[in-house]
């Protein structure tokens, strides 16, 4: 906005700057009769000179003036009690000054404070008209007012961002050639702004906004893969944001289209689809809700079929959501432990396995497939061959459960003792918790030779 002048023959003018001379005055005769000289009435001071001169040299008077100047109540935001620079409307109607409401939000306030409605989204729409009359209210009363395009909030995010976002959602229901460019550009803004992705937690319908190219198609034939990996992709970018962490897992397509895409699409949209539901199982409540949704099955699927550039995230989802005892019992239905017992034959990803497999032995099922499968040599054969001393851990832990559940697995286990010494070394050698279950292993196998002689 254009500068304006004030004329020293304005009343208003004359009468602020009587009112500016009497306070200095009254400032001045403070700080000279003060012993003790007291610095913020020198600040006051000195702030207060600076505006008598704004006003001799016929500047814009400061926005400083605004709080000694009786604005309208409507141009006043209810939160701060200031003159609002940048107005925009909550989902009530309500119109608040943007980083007060934005602070209140943050926060973690979802009502309207000043009706104490609960807000049935969270975007804050500018509020133009407001804007225009504060406008020419500071105008005619010499003060200048900054575009609000130049205030931005604390993430860094302008107006001119927001609308943005909102017009690429908007395109998710147009065309094919639409829906292609916002979600490529989607993708792109999500994984370089993290204030970005923050955006989607404003609005419940944002989400269902985004993946709208998906959820309408009646088959998957029908989706484009380009499509479909730059929206899972843009689903795995706002997944990293914590506080979009809960709110993204219980949106109701989520999940049934992260499993369709790790059926089907690209391998970046497969392996990217289970690195989503890593992260989104950061949260326990989520563990429950993906695993309660069926989709460790295909994530063991895609385990089994062993692409190196899924493998890893595939891996770290299994795990992740293992941690709660039910998805134990999930995975193991689902045929877990044959496909990872095979990989690990196999020497694939051994550390990220050995880690599940370790972690679903607390689990009798799991325990007596292993039994089953024969992962008793398989394991004896990590210990001897593996440098890694968690693989030696987690070996010898499933082995000391195998064990002791399976009787018959003490001849293995006997005969491997007394060829190579593998236990004897891991109670030398292993870590603390591995020479524990070690020591145990051997204690339990010489009462079993004892008791065998005894006989």
């Known amino acids: 906005m254009a500068k304006t002048e004030v004329s020293e023959s304005d009343p208003a003018v004359v009468a602020k700057a009587t009112e500016l001379k009497k306070e200095l005055q009254r400032l001045m005769k403070?700080?000279?009769?003060?012993?003790?000289?007291?610095?913020?009435?020198?600040?006051?001071?000195?702030?207060?000179?600076?505006?008598?001169?704004?006003?001799?040299?016929?500047?814009?008077?400061?926005?400083?003036?605004?709080?000694?100047?009786?604005?309208?109540?409507?141009?006043?935001?209810?939160?701060?009690?200031?003159?609002?620079?940048?107005?925009?409307?909550?989902?009530?109607?309500?119109?608040?000054?943007?980083?007060?409401?934005?602070?209140?939000?943050?926060?973690?306030?979802?009502?309207?404070?000043?009706?104490?409605?609960?807000?049935?989204?969270?975007?804050?729409?500018?509020?133009?008209?407001?804007?225009?009359?504060?406008?020419?209210?500071?105008?005619?009363?010499?003060?200048?007012?900054?575009?609000?395009?130049?205030?931005?909030?604390?993430?860094?995010?302008?107006?001119?961002?927001?609308?943005?976002?909102?017009?690429?959602?908007?395109?998710m229901s147009s065309t094919f050639p639409d829906q292609k460019e916002a979600a490529r550009e989607l993708r792109f803004l999500t994984k370089r702004m993290p204030s970005f992705r923050a955006l989607f937690g404003e609005s419940l319908d944002a989400i269902p906004q985004l993946l709208n190219p998906l959820s309408q198609r009646k088959c998957q034939s029908d989706i484009h893969p380009d499509l479909q990996e730059d929206l899972i992709t843009t689903l795995l970018n706002l997944s990293i944001h914590d506080n979009n962490k809960k709110f993204v897992a219980e949106t109701p397509v989520v999940i049934p289209l992260l499993m369709d895409a790790l059926r089907s699409g690209t391998i970046q949209t497969r392996s990217n689809a289970a690195a989503a539901l890593f992260t989104l199982s950061a949260l326990d409540s989520n563990k429950a809700l993906i695993g309660t949704s069926g989709a460790l099955k295909p994530l063991i699927d895609l385990l089994e079929e062993g692409h190196p550039l899924a493998m890893k995230d595939v891996a770290s989802a299994i795990f992740n959501l293992c941690i709660i005892h039910e998805n134990k019992a999930r995975a193991v239905s689902d045929g877990a432990v044959r496909v990872i017992l095979k990989k690990i034959e196999n020497r694939m990803h051994v550390d990220e396995l050995l880690a599940i497999l370790a972690?679903?032995?607390?689990?009798?099922?799991?325990?007596?497939?292993?039994?089953?499968?024969?992962?008793?040599?398989?394991?004896?054969?990590?210990?001897?061959?593996?440098?890694?001393?968690?693989?030696?851990?987690?070996?010898?832990?499933?082995?000391?459960?195998?064990?002791?559940?399976?009787?018959?697995?003490?001849?293995?286990?006997?005969?491997?003792?007394?060829?190579?010494?593998?236990?004897?070394?891991?109670?030398?050698?292993?870590?603390s918790r591995a020479k524990r279950k070690a020591s145990g292993i051997l204690e339990r196998l010489n009462r079993v030779v004892n008791l065998t002689h005894t006989a």
């Open 30 to 171: 403070a700080i000279v009769e003060d012993e003790d000289l007291n610095l913020e009435t020198v600040d006051r001071a000195n702030l207060t000179l600076c505006e008598l001169k704004d006003l001799k040299l016929k500047r814009p008077l400061s926005l400083k003036l605004q709080e000694s100047l009786a604005f309208p109540e409507e141009f006043r935001c209810p939160l701060s009690k200031e003159l609002m620079r940048d107005p925009v409307i909550v989902a009530t109607g309500q119109t608040y000054d943007r980083p007060f409401i934005q602070k209140w939000l943050k926060e973690g306030n979802r009502t309207c404070p000043r009706t104490q409605q609960v807000l049935s989204h969270t975007i804050l729409t500018h509020n133009h008209l407001i804007r225009d009359m504060i406008s020419q209210w500071c105008k005619s009363h010499g003060i200048q007012l900054s575009d609000p395009v130049q205030y931005s909030n604390e993430d860094g995010l302008t107006q001119a961002d927001r609308d943005r976002f909102l017009s690429l959602l908007e395109k």
């Open 359 to 431: 972690m679903l032995s607390s689990y009798q099922k799991a325990v007596e497939e292993l039994g089953e499968l024969g992962a008793v040599p398989c394991l004896l054969s990590i210990i001897r061959e593996s440098s890694c001393a968690r693989n030696k851990e987690n070996c010898i832990a499933i082995l000391h459960t195998i064990c002791f559940t399976d009787r018959s697995k003490w001849k293995e286990i006997r005969e491997e003792e007394n060829t190579y010494g593998t236990i004897s070394q891991l109670t030398q050698n292993g870590t």
